[in-house]
């Protein structure tokens, strides 16, 4: 596995955008064209495509923002494996991944993101990386996990 991250750009959007969950993921994450628009109307978001090498295996989304910090708060805010390279490792991989590259880029030690309920394997996958429930609620009723550690 060669997982990197490509900022989405042009060249890529289009593929970028084609990406999807499974059918019965389909109510935990915007689809990715909504997920771009969101970042066209807000710079602060950082769109990227996870590949591994050559290939496009998924779509995430992270940025920074102050909404109750001060110095800001660091959101992974949107993670997507495409539905035929699931059960593979990459979402694991990817979310490992994107956590240094946060700690990288914003040299912050908390990193957030926002899950349903419902969504058990993501929650499981999410607690086995570090990330635990701080027993808040974002504005579309996700419970908040909270990654406290390092990635370095």
């Known amino acids: ?40 109307a807000c710079p602060k978001w950082r769109p990227v495509g996870i590949y591994d090498g050559s ?8 940025g920074c923002f102050q909404i109750s ?16 390279h699931q059960g593979r490792g990459y979402g694991r991989e990817a979310v490992s991944a994107l956590l240094k590259r946060l700690y ?9 993101l926002s899950v349903y309920e419902s969504n058990t394997a993501a929650i499981h996958l999410y607690k086995q990386l570090g990330f635990q429930f701080n027993g808040k609620f974002d504005t579309k009723g996700e419970k908040i ?8």
């Not at 990288?104 to 957030?112: D, L």
Request: charged residues 25%; hydrophobic residues 40%.
């Open 1 to 40: 596995m060669n997982l990197h991250f490509v900022p989405v750009n042009p060249a890529i959007r289009k593929e970028v955008e084609n990406l999807q969950t499974l059918p019965e993921q389909a109510g935990f994450i915007e689809s990715v064209r909504d997920c771009m628009k969101e970042a066209d």
């Open 55 to 62: 290939m496009l295996v998924g779509f995430a989304m992270y």
């Open 69 to 84: 910090k001060p110095e800001g708060e660091v959101w992974l805010d949107r993670i997507l494996i495409d539905g035929k």
């Open 104 to 112: 990288q880029e914003y040299g912050k030690k908390q990193v957030y």
């Open 145 to 152: 996990m909270v990654y406290t550690g390092i990635h370095r």
